[in-house]
């Protein structure tokens, strides 16, 4: 089921989310408030991922893919060269769990994230620090190029460190998709381990919302369900 967030959130903005969880809770099948509730608790806030210029739809699936089975809940993406864009086949609708937030240029994106107080660091082969280096308990975006040229050089200078995956073999680079999800798998990790002990990423408020978003993806019929419920 795929609804228009932005008009669904207008039209019940007289709605709280918990309202909004109230009436639609007995509609989701079995055992889908539970698998909510349990994604909604573990979404990770302070970790994202910024994409610049990504050509290949399959890699961009794949990639929207990794970020939200890991529990990021955003995305973001640089269309400076072509529009963002993914297979509906790869990502099997994963897309519509995550916010993706697109801009015309890296320099915008990077204000952006700089003023939500997001360090940026830019994945690039044979940099001297390396994933296991970096800073994961304080809010962190990682930076990926396209599958040809990686990162441009802008996009390099407008980030705050550079860094590469540190790699054994005599293989010293990974398909696009799957070095996302090598970091991805791996900062998620440390941003869960500096969180106190049965701490959310997100705030309570910041839940609710997100859990109300949920369950009206989650049933049929929602925006319906809700009209007849509340009638203004």
């Known amino acids: 089921m795929s609804i228009d967030e932005a008009a669904f959130l207008a039209r019940y903005s007289h709605l709280s989310p918990q309202a909004i969880c109230e009436t639609l809770a007995p509609h989701l099948v079995e055992g889908r408030r539970e698998r909510i509730d349990a994604v909604v608790r573990a979404r990770i806030a302070g970790l994202t991922l910024l994409i610049e210029n990504l ?82 308990t304080r809010p962190a975006a990682v930076v990926v190029g396209n599958e040809h040229s990686g990162l441009t050089a802008g996009a390099i200078a407008n980030c705050d460190q550079t860094f590469s995956i540190p790699m054994d073999g005599m293989t010293q680079s990974l398909n696009l998709s799957v070095a996302s999800a090598v970091i991805l ?48």
């Open 55 to 136: 050509h290949d739809p399959h890699n961009g699936a794949a990639v929207l893919r990794s970020a939200e089975a890991f529990g990021l809940q955003s995305v973001h993406v640089v269309e400076a060269a072509e529009r963002f864009r993914f297979s509906s086949d790869v990502s099997q609708g994963c897309e519509k769990w995550l916010d993706v937030f697109r801009y015309p240029t890296f320099d915008q994106a990077t204000e952006a994230l700089h003023a939500k107080g997001f360090t940026l660091y830019a994945a690039v082969p044979g940099a001297s620090v390396t994933l296991d280096d970096l800073d994961f």
């Open 185 to 232: 798998s791996h900062a998620v990790r440390r941003r869960r381990a500096s969180l106190s002990e049965g701490r959310s990423d997100f705030d309570p408020a910041a839940q609710d919302k997100l859990r109300a978003r949920f369950y009206a993806l989650s049933v049929r019929g929602a925006e319906q369900i809700l009209a007849r419920r509340h009638v203004r």
